[in-house]
């Protein structure tokens, strides 16, 4: 089956630590995001990437960071320097980055830092 | 990209359709409008989009005014398991970024 998929679901990390979200799709899709979701709230874009090799920073790209190395992962990393990491995190791709086109978007991993 | 403006909840009976609004004054001309849904602890889910013509797939229907200021979603026979945030959205078509915006959206309770 063709999807986009987060891994792990849930995960728990004490403060202080660094902690790599996973994000894998298998549409051959160009374009991926990675938002943030709060209780209540809508989505905020972190980060995107058009390409392989290529990532841009979204509208709260503070104390994150990710790589695109391969067309189908792009792994999101919540640093220390987040001052406020417990959410709702959500992958998405698209087959472009621009036009008529919808996004997909993985289960999400809802993370935790006590 | 356009703001847009939804009912914070809305109720619908099981079996009825719900019919969810969305004002987006300010759209532009080369601006489609888009609906997800986000059922509680998922991802969003595409549902459908449209420029100016109405526009209907398997799961919904979408009505776009004809001055392109606001939109109707209607799912013509609701069922609990649409009980979710629904999120309309404009974006530009081939603009620079693809970004989707999502605001709070509407919380859809479908009711037995």
Redesign the interface.
């Known amino acids: 089956d063709g999807g986009i998929t987060?891994s792990p679901k849930y995960l728990f990390r004490k403060e202080g630590q660094n902690v790599t979200l996973s994000c894998e799709q298998n549409l051959n899709h160009d374009?991926m995001?990675w938002?943030r979701q709060d209780p209540?709230?809508?989505?905020r874009?972190i980060y995107?990437s058009?390409i392989v090799n290529d990532f841009?920073k979204?509208d709260i790209a503070e104390g994150y960071s990710v790589s695109r190395e391969k067309k189908e992962s792009f792994p999101l990393t919540v640093t220390s320097a987040q001052k406020n990491p417990t959410a709702?995190y959500?992958c998405?791709s698209?087959i472009?980055?621009?036009?008529?086109t919808?996004?997909?978007?993985?289960?999400?991993t809802?993370l935790t830092v006590v | 990209d356009a703001k847009t403006t939804q009912p914070p909840s809305m109720d619908c009976a099981e079996g009825r359709a719900a019919n969810l609004p969305c004002n987006h004054s300010t759209i532009s001309g080369n601006e489609y409008v888009y609906w997800y849904r986000q059922i509680h602890s998922q991802g969003p889910q595409y549902i459908i989009h449209g420029l100016k013509n109405n526009e209907t797939n398997e799961m919904a229907s979408l009505i776009i005014t004809e001055d392109r200021k606001s939109s109707t979603l209607i799912l013509p026979h609701a069922t609990l398991r649409d009980t979710a945030v629904y999120y309309c959205i404009v974006r530009v078509w081939g603009g620079s970024n693809y970004k989707l915006t999502f605001g709070k959206g509407t919380l859809l309770t479908v009711n037995p």
Not at chain 1, 40 to 43: A, C, K, N, R, T
Not at chain 1, 102 to 108: M, R, S, Y
């Open positions: 987060q374009a995001y938002y209540g709230q809508g989505l874009l995107y058009q841009q979204g709702f959500l998405a698209s472009h980055w621009a036009g008529n919808e996004a997909f978007f993985g289960q999400g809802r």
